[in-house]
T-cell receptor, first 114, second 113 residues
């Protein structure tokens, strides 16, 4: 069964450094998402991406964040200058075309900002 | 602001007990509702979803949920839990034409053998 994969599983970085989190969505999916979960808090939506454009983003997704689909398989989330409060679990999800299709989630990347 | 509430944060049951996890939401428009499960060490997986039609939906592994629009609820049920149901359960919704998922805080279920 096809799955969403994410790398790395754990990323440790210094405050102010740039990080790129990588996701490989399911191959025939066209809609891509990033969510995050700060420890002890709810899973929060960050951004959705379709047809090489951001289709929706949350207030959290400020100028420090960007997303890209650099090739036909990867979907990346970049944080330009990490802050302590960016420490969280970041989940990628993908969905295929059609109104009644659910999102499939990856295993997550745990980002620790020191 | 739109929100999803899961009132039970931790539930402990013995095997064969019945399960009901509460989920309420606050939004007056059209919603699509989901229950996701996260088994220990695994990623979020869909248990079941409601888009329209029969408000009683059946999912995988014997789970079902009932959408009661008048109560803004979408409670998850299973008549007889197994040890393997130990996991964290998340209720979530999307609103109108948006596909962003809004999650509840999750319920950790521990089933004792």
């Amino acid at each position: 069964e096809p799955e969403v994969t994410q790398t790395p599983s754990h990323q440790v970085t210094q405050m102010g450094q740039e990080v790129i989190l990588r996701c490989v969505p399911i191959s025939n999916h066209l809609y891509f998402y990033w969510y995050r979960q700060i420890l002890g808090q709810k899973v929060e939506f960050l951004v959705s991406f379709y047809n090489n454009e951001i289709s929706e983003k949350s207030e959290i997704f400020d100028d420090q964040f960007s997303v890209e689909r650099p090739d036909g398989s990867n979907f990346t989330l970049k944080i330009r200058s990490t802050k302590l409060e960016d420490s969280a679990m970041y989940f990628c999800a993908s969905r295929k075309e059609g109104s009644y299709n659910e999102q499939f989630f990856g295993p997550g990347t745990r980002l620790t900002v020191l | 602001a739109q929100s999803v509430s899961q009132h039970n944060h931790h539930v402990i049951l013995s095997e064969a007990a019945s399960l009901e996890l509460g989920c309420n939401y606050s939004y007056g428009g059209t919603v699509n509702l989901f229950w996701y499960v996260q088994y220990p060490g695994q990623h979020l997986q869909l248990l079941l979803k409601y888009f329209s039609g029969d408000p009683l939906v059946k999912g995988i592994k014997g789970f079902e949920a009932e959408f009661i629009k008048s109560k803004f609820s979408f409670n998850l049920r299973k008549p007889s839990v197994q040890w393997s149901d130990t996991a964290e359960y998340f209720c979530a919704l999307t609103m109108d034409s948006s596909y962003k998922l809004i999650f509840g805080s999750g319920t950790r279920l521990l089933v004792r053998p």
